[in-house]
Nanobody, 116 residues
Framework: QVQVVESGGGLVQPGESLRLACVAS????????MSWYRQAPGKERELVAS????????TYADSVKGRFTISRHNTENRVYLQMNSLKPEDTAVYYC?????????WGKGTQVIVSS
């Protein structure tokens, strides 16, 4: 049974950092892509960062470029999101996604609140 589980969210002050982690279990192979999305109250879900192979080019939303870094375990279906210089507008539920040609799985999300 496939499970996608996020962790690491919390309440931080502006300028602080958080590291999110996601593990996708139940696969017998390395998934094609792993990504982070977020959804703020009243807004649509948006892509934050995405990657395939550990050394492959990554994709970032313009709003997080230079502040967030996505990384992926070399062999396991684990992905991380290092978030630095957090801003109040980064407040959202952050979701992990893994997908390939025939599959598309989501976690339940982890809440990030940036507030003074």
């Amino acid at each position: 049974q496939v499970q996608v589980v996020e962790s690491g969210g919390g309440l931080v002050q502006p300028g602080e950092s958080l590291r999110l982690a996601c593990v996708a279990s139940g696969f017998r192979f390395r998934t094609v892509s792993m990504s982070w999305y977020r959804q703020a109250p009243g807004k649509e879900r948006e892509l934050v960062a995405s990657m395939t192979e550990p050394d492959a080019p990554t994709t970032y939303a313009d709003s997080v470029k230079g502040r967030f870094t996505i990384s992926r375990h070399n062999t396991e279906n684990r992905v991380y999101l290092q978030m630095n210089s957090l801003k109040p507008e980064d407040t959202a539920v952050y979701y992990c996604n893994t997908r390939g040609g025939w599959y598309d799985y989501w976690g339940k999300g982890t809440q990030v609140i940036v507030s003074s």
